[in-house]
């Protein structure tokens, strides 16, 4: 699997992403389709998590959940952006 290109568009929306949660004090998903279309992709994944001690505890809940895991080896994506606020965290990979 070819490694993912850092996508600075996407780090911004993420980060949005992760903003807007923090300020609303809720994990969800809103806007998806909306990022999604202002990626300019025509095909995205996105992945959110709350609360984790580090990335690389962060990382590790999505690569044992069978469907944040799908998103993020999905053989379409080829960039992807991540961004934090507080302990929102939102990983966005897109084609």
């Known amino acids: 699997m070819p490694e993912l290109i850092s996508a600075p568009r996407l780090a911004e929306l993420a980060l949005a992403h992760s903003q807007d949660m923090a300020k609303a004090g809720q994990l969800n998903h809103d806007g998806y389709r909306e990022r999604a279309t202002r990626s300019g992709s025509p095909m995205c994944v996105e992945n959110v998590g709350w609360n984790y001690p580090s990335p690389d505890a962060q990382l590790k809940a999505w690569i044992a959940s ?10 379409r994506v080829t960039m992807a952006g991540i961004g934090a606020s507080n302990a929102y965290v939102t990983f966005i990979a897109c084609r």
């Not at 069978?66 to 053989?75: A, C, W, Y």
Request: hydrophobic share 20%; glycine share 10%; no cysteine.
């Open 66 to 75: 069978p469907g944040h895991n799908r998103n993020m080896l999905d053989s």
